[in-house]
């Protein structure tokens, strides 16, 4: 896989978790770098629809109940 193009300006991990690095690393290598398209925030985004800033990266009920309701 190739890097988001999104990880740059993150609002996720460039300002929500500064004060968690470790959590960010893992979370980055796992959809910064990894697979994007299991990336919550990158699925709402990519959908054109507002991202909640307290969705976490893997919530995809969340993101499902989202998109529903769009």
Request: net charge neutral.
């Amino acid at each position: 896989m190739t890097e988001c193009e999104r990880l740059k300006n993150c609002p996720l991990f460039n300002s929500q978790m500064w004060n968690m690095p470790s959590v960010a690393e893992l979370m980055k290598s796992e959809y910064g770098y990894g697979d994007k398209r299991l990336c919550a925030w990158y699925r709402l985004a990519s959908a054109g629809v507002a991202v909640p800033p307290d969705l976490l990266p893997n919530d995809t009920r969340r993101v499902r109940e989202i998109l529903d309701g769009c």
